[in-house]
T-cell receptor, first 112, second 111 residues
Framework: GQQLNQSPQSMFIQEGEDVSMNCTSS?????WLWYKQDPGEGPVLLIA?????ELTSNGRLTAQFGITRKDSFLNISASIPSDVGIYFC????????????FGKGTRLSVIA | AAGVIQSPRHLIKEKRETATLKCYPI?????VYWYQQGPGQDPQFLIS???????DKGSIPDRFSAQQFSDYHSELNMSSLELGDSALYFC??????????FGPGTRLTVL
């Protein structure tokens, strides 16, 4: 089935540092979604990307939809302790009202 | 803004018992998805409903069933529970298209 390869698996960074994580696939996708999940809570949608090459920001977060439509990255600038959590990339299997498939997640730890 | 509501938030059951999880989507969202997330895993799609009809089916065991009611809320019914069913169960709602908004989840523990 569809597989999203997300890296790195985990990161330990100092508060104030910038963070970059990415997601790749062997398949072409029409959208990329980035979610953040806190322990025991539901994933929260951070950014949605719809067009190859698209660069979108949400506060300190920036995400880009790769030109090949097979990858995406998420950057977090000037990290703060509340950035701690698991970040997932996700895609739809097909267009329309269809389920999401998730990457394995990047676990971010911020050291104050 | 209204969010997805799930109940109960926590549930403890014995093996072979049944469980019912409820999901109340965001108002005017017509699509509901159910996902299961094991410890340290990513969410896995179980089943979805659009306008009260089942639309997609994922890795949902035959012991599980679900439906969406006329008020758009959805229930996931789980029978003959097994230890391996212990997980977080999420409901996500969508107004259509790509974006899915997740609820806080139900943590099911099977003893």
């Amino acid at each position: 089935g569809q597989q999203l390869n997300q890296s790195p698996q985990s990161m330990f960074i100092q508060e104030g540092e910038d963070v970059s994580m990415n997601c790749t696939s062997s398949s072409i996708f029409n959208t990329w979604l980035w979610y953040k999940q806190d322990p025991g809570e539901g994933p929260v949608l951070l950014i949605a990307l719809y067009k190859a090459g698209e660069l979108t920001s949400n506060g300190r977060l920036t995400a880009q939809f790769g030109i090949t439509r097979k990858d995406s990255f998420l950057n977090i600038s000037a990290s703060i302790p509340s950035d701690v959590g698991i970040y997932f990339c996700a895609d739809q299997l097909l267009s329309g009202n269809t389920p999401l498939v998730f990457g394995k997640g990047t676990r971010l730890s911020v050291i104050a | 803004a209204a969010g997805v509501i799930q109940s109960p938030r926590h549930l403890i059951k014995e093996k072979r018992e049944t469980a019912t999880l409820k999901c109340y989507p965001i108002p005017r969202h017509d699509t509901v998805y159910w996902y299961q997330q094991g410890p340290g895993q990513d969410p896995q799609f179980l089943i979805s409903f659009y306008e009260k009809m089942q639309s997609d089916k994922g890795s949902i065991p035959d012991r599980f069933s679900a439906q969406q009611f006329s008020d758009y809320h959805s229930e996931l019914n789980m029978s003959s529970l097994e230890l391996g069913d212990s997980a977080l169960y999420f409901c996500a709602s969508s107004p259509g298209g790509t974006k899915q908004f997740f609820g806080p989840g139900t943590r099911l523990t099977v003893l």
